[in-house]
């Protein structure tokens, strides 16, 4: 039985979590910063890096506590390594070479996407390579081919904002918080899409990627005309994202190999909007869904300790002078989108 202890600090959410390869979470643990970010409308990197700095070796206490187990019991070190904010990306990695050189175990830098994008697996143990996946969060929107662990085809990304960030900045723009996605979907429950009529980016275009941009700056107009409420805006931004996600696997979708099943992941997946419209989609093309439960679908340490159990069985361990990296795509090969300013 190979027991794995996870560190994620990528973003907001400093997390550990230990996972064994039977799928069992032991423990997990943790400390997001909302109310440190809130004042600023987003996410400040360098209050990020601070936070992490404070919570990451308390939070690995934690887990450690709670699953009354020692060093000893540990396999390996699975620690995000990147993509994201680096600050925080260099606290918890440096946390989890610490611990690895202390302990005497291997590291394992966990992409933090692989950390999504396996997530599924360590929810439904019925989920097998291949399949589809749909990574919406808060820095990333993208579809892959998920061929098994750090085999990846990228066939769609944003041209410019990610999924996610077009909730937080259309929330921000309504008034109504943050971090906005929870907050966009609330609203949007209370109004009447067919009362707004916002454009939906790159419906229809030969080619396979997204775009949020758009959508958000239209969002500025209508709030700015002082016609609409609030919550009407919100439930036709919601339902613009639901229509721009639908339409962009389905043009993947008609020019891919059959695959057999979908998976959602990342923060935006937690959606129940959008998990709906994926739902219907798979059963019109006869394809499995699954998504792992919310908690698992925003960031956490359970996802790279899970990565990090896949790349250990794999034979796959990382050397201590393994550097952070802000920018680390699952797969380098795929073709540039076009658009400066492009998120990989
Ligand atoms: O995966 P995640 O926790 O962090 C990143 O790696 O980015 O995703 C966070 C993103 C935020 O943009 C947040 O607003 C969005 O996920 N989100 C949602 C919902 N819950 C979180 N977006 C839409 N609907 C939700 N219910
Ligand atoms: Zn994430």
């Given at each position: 039985m190979t027991l794995i202890l996870g560190i994620e600090s990528s973003c907001d959410e400093t997390a550990a979590s230990l996972v064994r390869d039977d799928r069992t979470i032991v423990a997990h643990a943790l400390a997001g910063q909302e109310e440190r970010h809130r004042p600023f409308g987003g996410v400040v990197p360098e209050i990020a890096a601070r936070a992490h700095a404070e919570y990451a070796a308390p939070l690995v206490e934690q887990v450690m506590k709670e699953a009354q187990i020692g060093p000893n019991d540990i396999d390996a070190i699975a620690a995000?390594?990147?993509?994201?904010l680096i600050g925080g990306v260099m606290v918890g990695l440096v946390t989890g070479k610490a611990l690895a050189m202390a302990w005497d175990k291997p590291l394992i830098a966990v992409n933090h996407l692989e950390g999504h994008a396996l997530s599924p697996r360590l929810a439904d143990d019925s989920v097998e390579f291949p399949y589809l996946l749909l990574l919406v969060s808060g820095g990333h929107s993208q579809l892959l081919r998920v061929n098994g662990v750090g085999d990846y085809n990228r066939l769609a990304t944003t041209i410019d904002d990610a999924a996610g960030e077009a909730f937080d900045k259309s929330a921000k723009i309504l008034g109504?918080?943050?971090?906005g996605g929870p907050a966009v979907e609330a609203s949007a429950k209370l109004g009447d899409a067919s009362k707004v009529d916002l454009p939906r980016p790159l419906?229809?275009?030969?080619?396979p990627h997204f775009s949020f941009a758009g959508l958000k700056s239209a969002v500025v107009r209508v709030h700015e005309s002082?016609?609409?409420a609030v919550q009407d805006i919100a439930a036709s931004f919601q339902s613009a994202v639901v229509d721009c996600l639908e339409d962009r696997i389905e043009y993947s979708l008609a020019r891919i190999e059959p695959i057999n099943t979908l998976v959602v992941a990342g923060g935006v997946a937690s959606n129940s909007a959008i998990r709906a419209m994926l739902l219907n989609l798979t059963q019109r093309h006869d394809m499995r869904f699954t998504a792992p439960p919310p908690w698992l679908c925003t960031d956490n340490a359970a996802m790279i300790a899970w990565a990090g159990i896949e790349r250990f069985a794999a034979g796959l361990t990382d050397g201590l002078d393994f550097a952070a990296k802000p920018r680390w795509p699952l797969d380098n090969d795929a073709a540039p989108a076009r658009g400066a300013g492009v998120k990989a």
């Amino acid at each position: 039985m190979t027991l794995i202890l996870g560190i994620e600090s990528s973003c907001d959410e400093t997390a550990a979590s230990l996972v064994r390869d039977d799928r069992t979470i032991v423990a997990h643990a943790l400390a997001g910063q909302e109310e440190r970010h809130r004042p600023f409308g987003g996410v400040v990197p360098e209050i990020a890096a601070r936070a992490h700095a404070e919570y990451a070796a308390p939070l690995v206490e934690q887990v450690m506590k709670e699953a009354q187990i020692g060093p000893n019991d540990i396999d390996a070190i699975a620690a995000t390594a990147g993509p994201g904010l680096i600050g925080g990306v260099m606290v918890g990695l440096v946390t989890g070479k610490a611990l690895a050189m202390a302990w005497d175990k291997p590291l394992i830098a966990v992409n933090h996407l692989e950390g999504h994008a396996l997530s599924p697996r360590l929810a439904d143990d019925s989920v097998e390579f291949p399949y589809l996946l749909l990574l919406v969060s808060g820095g990333h929107s993208q579809l892959l081919r998920v061929n098994g662990v750090g085999d990846y085809n990228r066939l769609a990304t944003t041209i410019d904002d990610a999924a996610g960030e077009a909730f937080d900045k259309s929330a921000k723009i309504l008034g109504l918080g943050f971090p906005g996605g929870p907050a966009v979907e609330a609203s949007a429950k209370l109004g009447d899409a067919s009362k707004v009529d916002l454009p939906r980016p790159l419906l229809g275009a030969k080619e396979p990627h997204f775009s949020f941009a758009g959508l958000k700056s239209a969002v500025v107009r209508v709030h700015e005309s002082g016609q609409h409420a609030v919550q009407d805006i919100a439930a036709s931004f919601q339902s613009a994202v639901v229509d721009c996600l639908e339409d962009r696997i389905e043009y993947s979708l008609a020019r891919i190999e059959p695959i057999n099943t979908l998976v959602v992941a990342g923060g935006v997946a937690s959606n129940s909007a959008i998990r709906a419209m994926l739902l219907n989609l798979t059963q019109r093309h006869d394809m499995r869904f699954t998504a792992p439960p919310p908690w698992l679908c925003t960031d956490n340490a359970a996802m790279i300790a899970w990565a990090g159990i896949e790349r250990f069985a794999a034979g796959l361990t990382d050397g201590l002078d393994f550097a952070a990296k802000p920018r680390w795509p699952l797969d380098n090969d795929a073709a540039p989108a076009r658009g400066a300013g492009v998120k990989a």
